[in-house]
T-cell receptor
């Protein structure tokens, strides 16, 4: 079985300040983890992925995430928020759980960026 | 290259009518997924196709929902006798293979379905 928990439904930051979006997961197998971003009325776009290589993963638009097995976490960070970062962010876990590779999505975190 | 294409982008229909939603995946992608996203909610898995294998229908909420994928490419999600609780955004995604531990999913912009 696998699951993912996004710890905050909303995160509000000021432009130019750091962003932290928290994600915890559980998986019976070695998981792969992803972060996707969804802007209004759009589909989801891949930000970055962890697939058992380097634990610090760099993605697009200055985002990065660190896989911490001991904490079962995969938090998303960005040093300086931009207005265009305002969107919904989804943490996703995928593993060979029960022979199925269907990913499990978190409920999403809405990032609000104030000028 | 074209991404995942979904049509229509918006659909408004009366309760009790049938609707068909279309998904055209990225060429060469063998895996195709349908999800439902209700307002303020995460993504709810509906159905998954992989190549010529039997689809995984474990997420379909009722027998009013069905989907097919013709020729390993285009997929159609059909909802019969629509109910107001079916109102949501229906998202389609494709990936290069079933190994979603390696291959990310590519999403279309969705179909926004409103049941009056």
């Amino acid at each position: 079985a696998q699951s993912v928990t996004q710890l905050d439904s909303h995160v509000s930051v000021s432009e130019g300040t750091p962003v932290l979006l928290r994600c915890n997961y559980s998986s019976s197998y070695s998981p792969s983890l992803f972060w996707y971003v969804q802007h209004p009325n759009k589909g989801l776009q891949l930000l970055l992925k962890y697939t058992s290589a380097a634990t610090l993963v760099k993605g697009i638009n200055g985002f990065e995430a660190e896989f911490k097995k001991s904490e079962t976490s995969f938090h998303l960070t960005k040093p300086s928020a931009h207005m265009s970062d305002a969107a919904e962010y989804f943490c996703v876990v995928s593993s060979a759980s029960g022979g199925s590779y269907i990913p499990t999505f978190g409920r999403g975190t809405s990032l609000i960026v104030h000028p | 290259g074209a991404g995942v294409s979904q049509s229509p982008s918006n659909k408004v229909t009366e309760k009790g009518k049938d609707v068909e939603l279309r998904c055209d995946p990225i060429s060469g992608h063998t895996a195709l997924y349908w999800y439902r996203q209700s307002l303020g909610q995460g993504l709810e898995f509906l159905i998954y196709f992989q190549g010529n294998s039997a689809p995984d229908k474990s997420g379909l909420p009722s027998d009013r929902f069905s989907a097919e994928r013709t020729g390993g490419s285009v997929s159609t999600l059909t909802i019969q006798r629509t109910q107001q609780e079916d109102s949501a955004v229906y998202l389609c995604a494709s990936s290069l293979s079933w190994e979603t531990t390696i291959q990310p999913q590519h999403f279309g912009d969705g179909t926004r379905l409103s049941i009056l």
